[in-house]
């Protein structure tokens, strides 16, 4: 089994790079670079559908021979202000030359192709609530399964505040039986704040075949192949995170621990 928690390389530059060989899986990779002014991030994905999120910052970017202009302009994710985002279908080239400290995310999984360059926000991006007490969280559907943007990618944005659970009541999605439940692989890409605070996250089976529970950084990605996955926001820090979600099925669809079916009532 691939190691869950991923740490980012450095401070700076192409911090992440996650294929979906490197996950010991089929469908997602996740890319993170933390541009300083005049820095850039560029690629070209054969097979691969992406979707450009400006977590923070602003970049000038171009994408399949079309200059898309300056994008961005949540200089702190914290914010909660919707984000800028940009689908690159496979095949071609994209750059993104940072006019401001920028980071910038790549979320891709496997495309046929044929959708044309797009910007998925912020407009279309509205901030949302969900669930009740210490569960509440915000969210920023990028790019969920009501919005027909990609062929794959199923991608949004989570705010935690400080003390709150999340991706809680547990839950999993680790089995292709449509419309019960559907196979998405996923990843979380974590910010804290305050930077050196820490949030939790557990990923684990019914039967406790997997059991990981782990203490996450600001910055850190943790890889979610199977089971259930909550995380928590210690007393004092705001947790955000960026899902990025793909399988055979571009829907979401999962089953609740049945321990904690009681919550739903």
């Not at 192409?14 to 890319?31: I, K, S």
């Not at 450009?52 to 914010?79: H, K, P, S």
């Not at 909660?80 to 689908?87: A, E, K």
């Not at 804290?192 to 997997?210: A, E, H, I, K, S």
Request: proline share 8%; net charge negative; hydrophobic share 35%.
């Amino acid at each position: 089994m691939a190691r869950l928690l991923r740490k980012p390389s450095g401070v700076s530059g192409h911090v992440h790079a996650l294929t979906p060989e490197a996950a010991g899986w089929g469908y997602v990779g996740f890319d993170l670079w933390r541009l300083a002014p005049g820095e850039t991030a560029q690629g070209r994905l054969e097979g691969r559908e992406a979707i450009l999120v400006l977590v923070e910052g602003r970049a000038e970017v171009t994408a399949g021979g079309e200059r898309i202009g300056e994008m961005g302009d949540r200089l702190d994710v914290f914010d909660r202000t919707p984000p800028h985002c940009l689908y690159v279908p496979p095949g071609a080239d994209w750059r993104a030359d940072a006019t401001t400290p920028c980071t910038l995310a790549l979320c891709t999984a496997p495309s046929p192709g044929g959708r044309p360059v797009q910007r998925l926000g912020p407009e279309g991006i509205a901030l949302e609530e969900r669930g009740a007490g210490t569960n509440t969280r915000y969210i920023n559907n990028i790019a969920m399964e009501g919005r027909d943007v990609a062929d794959s990618l199923l991608v949004t944005e989570v705010f935690t505040p400080a003390g709150h659970w999340s991706s809680y009541p547990p839950h999993r999605h680790d089995e292709d039986d449509f419309p019960r439940i559907t196979y998405l692989e996923e990843t979380y890409y974590h910010r804290l704040n305050p930077g050196d605070g820490f949030g939790v996250q557990r990923v684990f089976t019914d039967d406790l075949d997997l059991d990981e529970t782990m203490a996450v950084a600001d910055h850190d990605l943790v890889l979610v192949p199977r089971g259930h996955h909550p995380c928590a926001a210690p007393y004092g820090v705001e947790m955000y995170y960026l899902n990025v979600m793909a399988g055979p099925r571009r829907a979401w669809r999962f089953q609740t621990h049945p321990a904690y079916e009681r919550l739903l009532a």
